[in-house]
């Protein structure tokens, strides 16, 4: 018998004793390697979101437990027309468009001024067919989908990422007349320029990437446009240098900050405008995202409230479909309640949510010298001057140790957070392993990820950023799923996610309410109160092994089946013979059902509605034409439930439905069975839309 037989035998017994209540938490690290025995990621949350990763998509675990993948730098506009400021494929075609238009004796000054504008508004792409380039990781993706014949809710997606950004990864030399950057002496091109450029840019892009629509599947149309600290967006002063901001940058603004962001803004408005136009324009049904920059040692606002102020006009002219949540998080900050109002914040200028580059770092712990009353900043060198304000001594900032760990660990004085002193300055994978702080890592992803379910249909993705603590953005901070051990072996964080899809059908399973107990036999109430009992004791529990997932999974198929058991006392009288008691058919015999479920009336938010339930037999009963009995309907949208019961008239129930709050629901339907009809084998879970 093998060991993960064992391990599933056991975890039955755990499900159905209340004694597996208490958690088990292993005294050490498991031994093992990357274990792809165990059950894939991207399976386990295949009903409620597209589990993937911000990274390589083609390494056996990658492939096992990832669906989908970002690439990282492909797709950046460096990546797309290449980083040489003298000898770009736009620098070289606008200076053979100049010379062509300065020597032509046909047109007159004017003429040449608009020509010469036209020529530098256009952006020349360059070929991305090389090893490693964007084409050639779409067509390996595409070879592989094929070559393993892959249905396509199974097949290898890309989340395209990024049209628009700031930084080293967007040349200064597309930002200037000419695409040519003296840094000396930069002539950086006008803002009406800098929209028609980026406006062709996005059409080039929309085109050459349109015949890779079987993979590609969202964009982040912009990402990181507000600064941290300013509530602006990025410019030349900022921490973040920001090209756009340069271009757009209005000086004599600074007093009314809101028209400010507005007018700083406008690229982003384009991009967005320019993003639904071209994708419609070549038939690409793509979503379209702002990707927004989180960092576990900064403060969200005002940059989150100044992101979803600029995103408003946005979401009015119909041009944005998700907002696109980084989850670069620690277990010590954010909170799941502040992450829960930015969710919400999100779903107000978008229709759904995607998290896009997240992990979960290790390394962090509040700040006990953290001031909420003073401003969280970025460290200067006038703060080396005293080391008694510095980390490890005080605080969260080191100047010194500014560039280490990423460059997002000391960089913020007055943070909420600080690096655990005994962490170091570097990685240290004895803490990051060690069970104490493994455990605060998975508590805060089960939590995580309970909040993310609770939403239903509105997240639609969520990518972890690589593939181990070493093999990751953040990778000194013990961030990721998988230990940077030379092993890498799954931490307790890796069987926490895990598990939240199996927490969450566990809760739905306890949630069904058969009816009053009185109905049925008491041997077969007394199983399903067992049962049940065993289920609810397992909900609060921590998860950090395969034992505690298994154990999740049998407490819920064992309560399932038990609901299937319960016997009803009086089985309906046989048609034609009134008063006559049926003799309950055997098991075998009992008739089979299936739920169809309509919506007469479909709820609004301002207004209630009605749905319809008709079980429609699939194998005769004897003596029982149509079912009888009871069915419950559960509708459940994030964190909300709304339970009706109703009683079957000809096979159906009709049940009415209060008004409902904007979003996608979960409808869940389930049916005990009668005297002739078995109950229904599973659940039947379907989505409803409610609109305004």
């Known amino acids: 018998m093998s060991l993960r037989t064992l391990t599933r035998r056991a975890g039955v017994v755990l499900a159905l004793s209340v004694a597996a209540a208490l958690p088990s938490i292993p005294t050490a690290p498991p031994a093992q390697a990357v274990d792809l025995s165990l059950p894939s990621l991207w399976q386990a949350y295949k009903d409620d979101f597209i589990f993937g990763t911000f990274g390589d998509w083609s390494s056996d ?18 990546g797309q027309i290449g980083n040489s400021n003298t000898n770009s494929l736009s620098r070289q075609t606008y200076l053979a468009e100049a010379a062509r238009i300065d020597a032509d004796p046909t047109l007159t000054e004017a003429e040449k001024a608009d020509a010469l504008e036209a020529a530098n508004e256009h952006v020349v792409l360059q070929p991305t067919t090389g090893p490693g380039q964007s084409e050639t990781v779409l067509k390996q993706i595409e070879a592989y989908n094929a070559a393993n014949n892959l249905p396509p809710d199974q097949r290898k997606v890309v989340r395209a990422h990024v049209l628009a950004w700031h930084g080293g990864q967007q040349p200064n030399y597309f930002f200037t007349d000419g695409f040519y950057y003296d840094a000396a002496n930069p002539k950086w091109a006008t803002p009406r320029t800098m929209l028609k450029r980026l406006d062709d840019y996005v059409h080039q892009m929309m085109v050459k990437y349109a015949p890779y629509q079987d993979v590609i599947y969202s964009w982040d149309v912009v990402n990181e446009a507000i600064d941290d600290y300013s509530g602006q967006i990025r410019n030349g002063q900022d921490p973040q240098v920001g090209q756009w901001g340069i271009v757009f940058r209005r000086p004599d603004l600074d007093a009314t900050p809101d028209a400010r962001l507005k007018a700083e803004s406008a690229w982003v408005r384009q991009a967005f405008a320019s993003a ?18 989180q960092d576990s040692n900064k403060l969200y606002e005002p940059k989150l409230s100044q992101t979803i102020k600029m995103l408003k006009p946005i979401h009015d002219a119909g041009n944005i479909d998700g907002y696109g949540m980084q989850g670069r998080l620690a277990w010590a900050y954010p909170g799941i309640n502040q992450l829960r109002a930015q969710i919400n914040a999100g779903l107000t200028v978008a229709d759904e949510i995607s998290i896009s580059e997240s992990d979960i770092r290790s390394d962090l712990e509040p700040n006990p010298n953290y001031d ?15 080391p008694n304000t510095q980390w490890p001594t005080f605080g969260s900032c080191s100047w010194v140790n500014k560039g280490a760990a990423n460059g997002n660990t000391f960089d913020v004085c007055n943070s909420p957070v600080r690096r655990i002193p005994d962490w170091g300055t570097g990685s240290n994978v004895t803490l990051a392993d060690s069970p104490a702080i493994m455990q605060k890592q998975a508590d805060f992803a ?19 950023d690589g593939t181990s603590d070493s093999n990751t953005f953040n990778r000194t ?31 739905a399973a306890i949630a069904v309410d058969p009816g009053d107990a009185s109905r049925y036999t008491t041997d077969s109430w007394s199983a399903y109160a067992r049962a049940k009992q065993a289920a609810a004791a397992l909900v609060p529990v921590r998860i950090y092994t395969i034992d505690a997932v298994n154990a999740v999974t049998a407490a819920t198929a064992a309560l399932t089946q038990a609901r299937q058991g319960l016997v009803l006392l009086n089985p ?7 008063g006559t008691p049926t003799v309950p058919p055997t098991p075998g015999s009992k008739g089979t059902v299936e739920a169809r479920v309509r919506l007469p009336r479909r709820p609004t938010s301002e207004h209630g509605g009605k749905l319809e339930v008709r079980l429609v037999p699939t194998t005769a009963a004897t003596g029982e034409p149509t079912p009888t009995g009871t069915v419950v309907v559960e509708l459940t949208h994030a964190g909300k439930t709304v339970r009706r019961t109703g009683t079957l008239e000809s096979g159906v129930v009709r049940v009415g439905v209060q008004r409902l709050a904007v979003g996608t629901w979960k409808v ?15 659940d039947v879970v379907k989505k409803i839309h409610v609109r305004r």
């Open 61 to 78: 675990q990658a492939k096992y437990h990832y669906r989908s993948n970002s690439l990282p730098n492909a797709l950046k506009l460096d």
């Open 276 to 293: 639904r136009k071209w994708s419609n324009a070549v038939g690409a049904k793509w979503k379209l995202y702002y990707n927004d920059y």
């Open 372 to 386: 909420p009353t003073q401003p969280t900043r970025p460290v200067t060198a006038a703060d080396a001057a005293d």
């Open 446 to 464: 089960a939590d995580w990820m309970d909040l993310l379910l609770s939403y239903g249909g509105k997240v639609k993705a969520y990518q972890f």
């Open 477 to 507: 901070d013990g961030a990721q799923l998988w230990s940077g051990a030379a092993d890498h072996h799954e931490k307790y964080s890796f069987f926490s996610v895990l598990g939240a899809p199996a927490r969450e059908k566990l809760r």
């Open 572 to 578: 309906p009288t046989t048609p034609g013979t009134p």
């Open 668 to 682: 869940h339907v389930s049916y005990s069975g009668s005297g002739g009809y078995q109950a229904l084998p599973e």
